[in-house]
């Protein structure tokens, strides 16, 4: 009986650290998933900058040259806030698989946390040459010529490329937690249904290279609706925080009734 009692402290000492730990990665998965989002929309934000300080074509290499002369820090800002959302997702990706851990496979989870870190280097790349922007403007001093190649080889490889590869990563990632989370119910329901309908930017993302081959003209609506779609991931994002963060505060014991005394 003593054995027997000794073996059942161990037992329940050993799983409070346990509970305290899982508590303790939702938590630091919900502060970053916040954090993501937040550095998102503060993204999203300075994407949309030059046109409102009067660079209405910014596609016009020489005119994003002129605005990055003027504002350079706004270029690098968004830099610094790419990295640091890049560093949030890979802790978020293992907080959100450790909150599927009691009901969902463990293929599930490994795959969705693969994908989340493969996002995250998508976006830690983007950032890295948004930080460049002291190279590229040393290299537009020597030569404007030189300096307009290097930015379109820069927004390239960036917008064209780390971005919309993160963001289409970031998109599979955010529909797979909302099935999964449906699934297995290890997250509301409401924020499910919210993750999927943001998942319909990959219809839009996919469908434009194959309506462009059959020489399909895509309406400038859907266009629209995939550029919505993007801050509305992000409120995503910050749901999803809040959930992890709600579900790692510990269960308050209730106080034994008087009248049962």
Same mark, same amino acid.
């Given at each position: 009986?003593?054995?027997?009692?000794?073996?059942?402290?161990? %037992?329940?000492?050993?799983?409070?650290?346990? %509970?305290?730990?899982?508590?303790?990665?939702?938590?630091?998965?919900?502060?970053?998933?916040?954090?993501?989002?937040?550095?998102?929309?503060?993204?999203?934000?300075?994407?949309?900058?030059?046109?409102?300080?009067?660079?209405?074509?910014?596609?016009?290499?020489?005119? &994003?040259?002129?605005?990055?002369?003027?504002?350079?820090?706004?270029?690098?800002?968004?830099?610094?806030?790419?990295?640091?959302?890049?560093?949030?997702?890979?802790?978020?990706?293992?907080?959100?698989?450790?909150?599927?851990?009691?009901?969902? &496979?463990?293929?599930?989870?490994?795959? #969705? &946390?693969?994908?989340?870190?493969?996002?995250?280097?998508?976006?830690?790349?983007?950032?890295?040459?948004? #930080?460049?922007?002291?190279?590229?403007?040393?290299?537009?001093?020597?030569?404007?010529?030189?300096?307009?190649?290097?930015?379109?080889?820069?927004?390239?490889?960036?917008?064209?490329?780390?971005?919309?590869?993160?963001?289409? &990563?970031?998109?599979?990632? %955010?529909?797979?937690?909302?099935?999964?989370?449906?699934?297995?119910?290890? #997250? /509301?329901?409401?924020?499910?249904?919210?993750?999927?309908?943001?998942?319909?930017?990959?219809?839009?993302?996919?469908?434009? /290279?194959? #309506?462009?081959?059959?020489?399909?003209?895509?309406?400038?609506?859907?266009?629209?609706?995939?550029?919505?779609?993007?801050?509305?991931?992000?409120?995503?994002?910050?749901?999803?925080?809040?959930?992890?963060?709600?579900?790692?505060? /510990?269960?308050?014991?209730?106080?034994?009734?008087?009248?049962?005394?």
């Amino acid at each position: 009986m003593r054995a027997s009692s000794e073996d059942n402290d161990r %037992t329940g000492s050993a799983e409070i650290p346990a %509970t305290t730990t899982n508590r303790a990665a939702l938590r630091a998965g919900g502060i970053a998933v916040v954090i993501a989002g937040l550095g998102g929309i503060a993204w999203f934000t300075l994407e949309l900058l030059p046109p409102v300080l009067g660079f209405d074509d910014t596609d016009n290499p020489a005119v &994003s040259l002129d605005y990055l002369r003027r504002y350079p820090q706004f270029y690098a800002l968004a830099g610094v806030v790419l990295v640091a959302m890049a560093l949030a997702f890979v802790v978020a990706s293992v907080a959100v698989s450790d909150a599927l851990a009691p009901r969902a &496979s463990s293929i599930t989870r490994r795959s #969705l &946390s693969a994908l989340g870190v493969l996002s995250a280097a998508f976006l830690f790349m983007h950032g890295v040459l948004r #930080l460049s922007v002291g190279p590229l403007l040393y290299i537009d001093g020597m030569n404007s010529s030189w300096g307009e190649s290097a930015y379109l080889t820069i927004q390239t490889l960036g917008i064209h490329g780390f971005a919309q590869a993160s963001l289409l &990563s970031l998109g599979v990632w %955010t529909v797979g937690i909302s099935v999964a989370g449906a699934r297995s119910r290890a #997250l /509301p329901i409401w924020l499910c249904v919210l993750g999927i309908v943001t998942g319909l930017r990959l219809v839009v993302v996919l469908a434009g /290279p194959i #309506l462009m081959a059959a020489s399909i003209d895509l309406p400038e609506v859907f266009w629209f609706g995939s550029v919505a779609l993007i801050p509305l991931a992000m409120l995503w994002w910050l749901g999803l925080g809040v959930v992890l963060l709600v579900t790692s505060r /510990p269960i308050r014991a209730q106080k034994p009734d008087d009248s049962v005394r």
